[in-house]
């Protein structure tokens, strides 16, 4: 099935550090989600954006709508050990209800 | 808690059996999607339900298939089942059809033999 290519696939960083992650298409598309899943949990939305070009903020998580609509980017600061998880970008495909997810960026954080 | 409650949690089945995989939605949600999820993968969107009636399809296998009850639960049915149908099945809701904050469920651990 379509997915988006999100990288890096994995990161292992010292608590404290500033991360960053992406996700990008060949496709266009009209919004743009992140999501985090904790181990046993379903997705949790973080940041939805709607406008290219949108920056968007949520606590130390930043997310931005990428200017060609091709692509997104989240950003976390001065991670915590608790920002561990798998961090999932999703982009709405235009015209329709269905939402493409990327294939997941795993963070773990070191104390 | 996000409100959406899926069941089983988990469901062990040998292959060619069928199985038939629950989701309530938060109260006030009339959306409900399904996503399949293969280990170390990403969220495959199978189908969306909206008040009943199915609004949009994804990768959706032929052996499986889903409905939207008129108390707006819904059921997903996997048919025929093979080792490779092993994974996480989530369920989301939302208010609208075209919501964006969807809220998902725990999932369903489906396991084939």
């Known amino acids: 099935g379509q997915q988006l290519n999100q990288s890096p696939q994995s990161m292992f960083i010292q608590e404290g550090e500033d991360v960053s992650m992406n996700c990008t298409s060949s496709s266009i598309f009209n919004t743009w989600l992140w999501y985090k899943q904790e181990p046993g949990e379903g997705p949790v939305l973080l940041i939805a954006?709607?406008?290219?070009?949108e920056l968007t903020s949520n606590g130390r998580l930043t997310a931005q709508f990428g200017i060609t609509r091709k692509d997104s980017f989240l950003n976390i600061s001065a991670s915590i050990p608790s920002d561990v998880g798998i961090y999932f970008c999703a982009g709405l495909v235009s015209g329709t209800y269905k939402y493409i997810f990327g294939t997941g960026t795993r963070l773990k954080v070191l104390a | 808690d996000s409100g959406v409650t899926q069941t089983p949690k988990h469901l062990i089945t040998a292959t060619g059996q069928r199985v038939t995989l629950r989701c309530s939605p938060r109260?006030?949600?009339?959306?409900v999607y399904w996503y399949q999820q293969s280990l170390d993968q990403g969220l495959q969107f199978l189908i969306q339900?909206?008040?009943?009636?199915?609004?949009a399809k994804g990768n959706i296998l032929e052996r499986f298939s889903a409905q939207q009850f008129p108390d707006l639960h819904s059921e997903l049915n996997l048919s025929s089942l093979e080792l490779g149908d092993s994974a996480l099945y989530f369920c989301a809701s939302s208010v609208r059809a075209d919501d964006t904050e969807a809220f998902f469920g725990q999932g369903t651990r489906l396991t084939v033999v």
């Open positions: 954006l709607y406008k290219a070009g």
């Open positions: 109260s006030g949600d009339l959306s």
């Open positions: 339900y909206y008040n009943g009636e199915e609004r």
